[in-house]
């Protein structure tokens, strides 16, 4: 690599649009978002205005997202992630260990089989589920013929977690297989030599040295489920509201873009949090990590 | 004991496990199950698609006779094809920029690139509502003759394309053999020609792969673009949003399955590409 001070003019060149781009585009409009989070609506002859604000007016919007409403959302929000984020966890280790241990011939098939639902577009894969669940929907069909049901099973919790399982899996297993694969098998054999049972080498020996790559997955995972949106306003409708529906009710319907923005902050503060953690994890398991 | 170690019953032949070739398939049933059934019942005659009824192409001709849904799918593939462009130029440059030159702050200005990736799509999506209104280019761009009053759309698909394309054309750069460029600089070449007929032709199936995955990305985005487009510009995933809100119907499934086709193509080709060749590793 060379310093790019031997040659500023191709390092210009290279830097300077992307650069650009992503301040005007991107930088620019988060500090908006970051202005208005801060701001109020103005009020004109004594009535709330539409479209005009009070600029940098303090942090009542802040105030108000603590309000004990908004806080149950937004601890909704956290729980419904962790326990999607965990069901993926749950179903993609078995995944993930199967393919590494598959015949080579059958590694890229499986692995494009697990990625492939990732690339169809999520509001496809958001309808087809509704498709299936709804009350005249396939499961309920099925149910009928043997005499139960039908049962609604969309717009709730339920119908929501399963949606981001659905939808996020993927994302879990790509670094479970990742680690796996670099895992050294012999570390497994000689766990099951000196006597250990099947169960005992996968809890001490195979969780242990693939926890880098859970960590990842579980931050990949659980970073869009906590941002999402689609998938709670189509599964879970009114009854299963979370974040990212509250901020797309301000700036939709409501049409409250200041306390829109700073619902939009915290989100990204949790998200940075989650982020810091994983950094956290990789600085402590380098000494381990194979 | 040599008996019991016959091939597939080794203590880590996991992959030859019953119960292991049992969850598998349950799982790929359950992630495949919903889309294969919206993709046969595309082909269904029962109006409320719960029932096989039998085999038709109509909902195709429904769906391609309905100018709404026709107009959102070609929004979708020109942005889509517009971004793409933009998108793979500046994730390129980004790439080129990050593997060859040492520069202060790098780690910094790295996590800055990263940024569009890992940040909540929505809080993206109000963010650039908020900048496109503020500055006038949602009305100035809204007033425009198509397909120009995309462009609000296109600028936003390009910022959360382009940092993709980046991480895509700089793993391919990672296998660059250095010695090549001091080869080509050595024996005369100018910066320009060094690029142009040695990094270039290296880059290539990198740029390939990221461009595709700039055009799946773009083609997939709902929540972004449900913020930045204008009252008029529909996208396909936008427009299927409001069709879904209104109920389930066969039309939707016929336009849905042009997209999954349209998609599986561009995925299976970028992971073609990607893989890198056996020949070439130098």
Sequence with gaps: MENWKQNPRV????????????????????GFLFIMSFSDKAMVDGEVSITGYDYLTGITNYIRAFDPLYLGIMWKSVWISALATALCLLFAYPIAFGICFAKDKWKPLLLLLVVLPFWINLLIRTYALIAVFRTQGYVNKILGWVGFGPFEMLYNNFAVIFGLVYVYMPFMVLPLYATIERLDKSYLEASLDLGG???????????????PGIISGIILVFIPCLGSFLTPDLLGGANALMIGNVIERQFKAANDWPFGAALSFLLMYATFGALALRYLFTLRSKGVDV | MAAQLKPGQGPLDYGSRTWLKVLFAAIFFVLYAPIITLVAFSFNTDKRGVVWRGFTLDNYTKAWNNASLIEALTNSLVIALIATVFATVLGALTALLMWRFRFPFKGAYEGFMALPIVIPEICMGVALLLFFVNSGMMGLFVALPWPLNLGNIIFAHVTFCFPFVAVVVRSRLVGFNRQLEEASKDLGASEWQTF??????????????????????????????????????????????????RGVSPEINAASTVLIVITVIATVLAMKLQAPPKADKV
């Design chain 1, 197 to 211: 049972s099947q169960f005992q080498t996968f809890m001490r020996v195979t969780v242990p040295l693939t926890m």
């Design chain 2, 196 to 245: 142009w007929s040695i990094i270039v032709p290296y880059m290539k199936p990198g740029l390939i792969a990221g461009a595709l995955l700039a055009f799946t990305l773009s083609l997939d985005d709902f929540v972004i673009t449900f913020f930045t487009s204008g009252p008029e510009t529909v996208t396909f995933p936008v427009k299927v949003y409001s069709l879904v809100r």
């Design chain 1, 11 to 30: 390092f210009w060149t290279l830097g300077l649009p992307p650069s650009l781009w992503l301040l005007a585009f991107f930088i620019i409009p988060l």
